[in-house]
């Protein structure tokens, strides 16, 4: 964090990716939705009123030159993230652990990609972090992590990170039981459109559980404690069963 100058004021200009929280983060996106032009003189003023907390009115102050020297060049822009994805994090006092997704249900697995295909970041983000036991062996991390009262105090990029390791291993969990449309070894021009799911298929794990349950509820609930590999490799069985007939 550096300090400007504005009108003889000092303004705390946050400068870093590490400075940026969440809820800043989420400003500075639906800010960049309303300009599509990253060079806009009044794009650049809007972005230095939330990253230094000042009226547009001072922001104004500030020439277009030394705008694009400041705004042009900051790392929220920037094609990669500086920051690293800590195992441990601590809301509101009570310690939460990044999961492993060795062992994830069904169930776990399905609540997770509906908030994957609902766009909600900050609630899968939430899901991505379990809270743990510190009184035992975690007490020194406890201490020396440092406390935000809420998700939205995270830092914008940790969420960002979180939220896309968790696609990668979704996407190798479906690459690996052959259940997804995408050819990793065919350039992205290449691929197949994408494909147009029916109002039914929207509902995801809950319809295809429900397909190979018969619409049976209580087969359902049964899958919803088993592990989700377990229903992969069942339905790479039937896929393969139905191509060798």
């Known amino acids: 964090m550096i300090k400007l100058i504005i009108n003889k004021k000092k303004y705390k200009y946050r400068s870093k990716q590490s400075e940026i929280t969440y809820r800043i983060g989420r400003e500075l996106e639906l800010l960049k939705e ?29 020439t277009e030159e030394q705008l694009a020297r400041l705004i042009g060049v900051h790392p929220y822009f920037a094609n990669d993230i500086k920051v690293a994805l800590p195992r441990y994090i ?3 006092h009570k310690l939460h652990e990044y999961q492993t997704f060795e062992n994830i249900t069904v169930l776990e697995y399905s609540e997770l990609d509906m908030l994957s295909s609902d766009g909600e970041n900050l609630e899968l983000f939430k899901r991505l972090y379990k809270p743990i036991n510190w009184k035992l062996k975690n007490w020194w991390k406890y201490l020396l992590i440092k406390n935000k009262k809420s998700y939205e105090d995270c830092n914008y990029f940790v969420i960002r990170l979180a939220i896309n390791q968790h696609y ?49 509820i209580e087969k359902f609930h049964w899958w919803q404690d088993r592990e989700v590999r377990e229903l992969f490799k069942y339905l790479l069985y039937l896929k393969m069963k139905q191509a060798s007939e």
């Open 34 to 62: 309303e300009y599509p032009c990253d060079c806009n003189p009044e794009f650049h003023k809007w972005i230095l009123t939330i990253l230094c907390g000042c009226t547009f009115e001072i922001a104004d102050l500030v």
């Open 90 to 92: 601590k809301i509101n």
């Open 168 to 216: 990668w291993w979704k996407r190798n969990l479906m690459l690996e039981y052959k259940l997804t449309y995408d050819n990793p070894n065919i350039a992205i021009e290449d691929q197949p459109d994408e494909v147009k799911l029916t109002p039914v298929e929207k509902f995801g794990m809950y319809h295809i559980v429900m397909q190979i349950c018969g619409n049976d």
